[in-house]
């Protein structure tokens, strides 16, 4: 039986994470590159100067929301192999699925900067939040469900937290395309913030299943 | 005898897996830069931001293909790694050379996004799959012909698995090649699903050689 | 106890290390893309090439002192992980806070390289700077303080130089801000020396808090 | 004593060579974003199309110079750290100091490709390697001295091949710039297949100082 584990195509979760940092690394870095493209954009005097700057100032809030979406994505994506033992194939493409999305929030996160007086833009970027947080509820879904590859002894409540607060983010998103379309698409963005309000009610998993 | 392995020129695995994984990861993540930048060249209104948007889903669907063939190949490479007991100097530069051609892959991506009315682009880009997966067949054959790095009880059937798995791939890049030039250029690169469907006759592989 | 530990949210060093690594390869990389772009903006004869080509040593030299202190902050994150040996979720946070502000380097690099006639782009410059040495004494001083998150018996003297030492990055940003505004804006940047000539100045800590 | 390589000022080898990994890994990939750049200069016709592709072809070649070129260096690198047992702060700064070298290959391999008519760009791109080649080679004599960060028993062949082959690839640089200025430039870089030739007159280092 170890024998079938080592040969054949367990992999394991070290390599997993290392490509997920990897990745996580260059997403989170790539935005940047946006940032003040219109300083580089032909001959720059002093009033181009001053306001090309100034129209740096809502890119970098745009690549500062991604960041703290994508470092929450990725505090969950370790909490989840925390409590996995051990992978399979399917886990391991949900995980590249979740990847490709994460990958995409630099094209996406550009149009929400550029693009922000078009509803469309903001609801495309919202929409790819949602398909990430929803992407990392299924593999944890997944990999909990049954116990299939987590801890026999993981407790039921941690894995409802997990579910939960993936549908949180996942809701929140549908909340910002809302708005986008019917309040004002410049500031829909602002209601990312409900994730820190909605993880308020979100209490806190017990880490057993113990009576007491 | 282990001093020689210790002071000489025996690489250890870990770094040749930390290199790697750090290259799939970008090359899994570049292509990205290219999407949309159409919405980028100048002053745009509102019909050129829904048309250069339009332009965008088919780079995407590049994009994703691309990302698809990039986790078969980092899989494979990962059961190579995990069936790899040490490595030699010529192990390492067919792998550097792997690697070569998988960072032609954001060029050729694009390439194949951009000029796909152009059969020449297409088959660039095929060729560039066949040749990676042509270059681990090769990797695969040299570590495991005589169990020369694998573990000696590899089965037979692993490493027959391997090999008719790499050239699947090479076999399915051909005929996307010459689907471009005699069907159509633009939906040839549909053909590389066949990889999926070839998979299901490739039989999975027998973890030992024991008659049983 | 040790449940709660392993299955809700403690997430391991070697994580942190890994993503905070390899933000820090890819931002030493980055700014680099920038370096010759007056080489690639055009069709390039014999004398623009020259001219091109001179341009680019401020650039390289920006480049280079960008290099320096980020290496520097890598050193400093390196010694506080060292000296680690536990962390929280707090912790976690604000060292993403300071890699946010890591990865805004190569647009702050490429401000103070392309526009250091104002002042201003010099001083952005030297402000993200400063924030992130800010922030890390503000990890250090939130992990040493009560030996919060570091071993017992890590001595005062190694806690107070690790404040001191962020304390003086951040001072001699001041006066690179100052310098920049009062002195002449393309030279400022030459006080950044100062974190060499101040590092002379704090003592080495004294490993343990015996009375010897 | 081991109080103070704890909580003071010793690195680990491991994030060392975390970062360096992370910094080839995109070196080696980064390069191939400016091939092509032909390609995407505006609209593209038929003939422009077929034109720009075939003035794709010399910068692939480039492009792998440079690959081969960095992974010779990354084997190096890899060597030296198998050998050497400890690190200490004079061994990470001259570390630093060769990756910056190595972050300029992406500038200089560009140069060397879009503008080898001019043999000041192949002077450039080959002194470039030169400097980390001398770069590598003064890391290895610091470390390898008296033996001080390497194991006692390390043979004095294996210093002294470390020294030669980075000697030879200095060598061959200069061979390189000189055939950039005084036979051709644009085919001058063809001299680094020297550092083949070179190494066979290498002799293999023995790995124990024995006398059998």
């Given at each position: 039986?170890?024998?079938?584990?080592?040969?054949?195509?367990?992999l394991e979760k070290n390599r997993i994470e290392a490509l997920t940092d990897g990745i996580y690394a260059i997403?989170?870095?790539?935005?940047?590159?946006m940032i003040g493209t219109g300083l580089y954009s032909g001959s720059v005097d002093s009033s181009t100067f001053y306001s090309s700057l100034h129209e740096a100032v809502p890119q970098i809030f745009n690549y500062a929301l991604s960041f703290v979406l994508l470092s929450i994505f990725w505090v969950v994506h370790h909490?989840?192999?925390?409590?996995?033992?051990?992978?399979?194939?399917?886990?391991?493409?949900?995980?590249?699925?979740?990847?490709?999305?994460?990958?995409?929030?630099?094209f996406t996160t550009n149009l929400n900067s550029d693009f922000s007086e078009y509803p469309l833009a903001v609801a495309i970027y919202?929409?790819?939040?949602?398909?990430?947080?929803?992407?990392?509820?299924?593999?944890?879904?997944?990999?909990?469900?049954?116990r299939r590859?987590?801890?026999?002894?993981?407790?039921?409540?941690?894995?409802?937290?997990g579910i939960w607060r993936g549908l949180l983010t996942a809701g929140v998103s549908v909340?910002?395309?809302?708005?986008?379309?019917?309040?004002?698409?410049?500031?829909?963005?602002?209601?990312f913030l409900l994730?820190?309000?909605?993880?308020?009610?979100?209490?806190?998993?017990k880490p057993t299943n113990d009576p007491t």
């Open positions: 039986m170890q024998n079938i584990s080592k040969f054949t195509n367990i997403v989170l870095t790539l935005s940047v590159l909490r989840q192999m925390n409590s996995i033992v051990h992978v399979d194939s399917l886990y391991i493409w949900l995980n590249m699925g979740s990847l490709f999305f994460i990958t995409l929030i630099p919202a929409a790819n939040i949602m398909v990430i947080s929803l992407s990392y509820t299924l593999s944890w879904f997944y990999a909990a469900r049954g590859l987590v801890a026999d002894d993981l407790s039921d409540s941690t894995i409802q937290n909340i910002v395309i809302v708005a986008a379309y019917f309040i004002h698409s410049e500031w829909a963005t602002i209601f994730i820190f309000v909605g993880g308020f009610f979100i209490k806190n998993p």
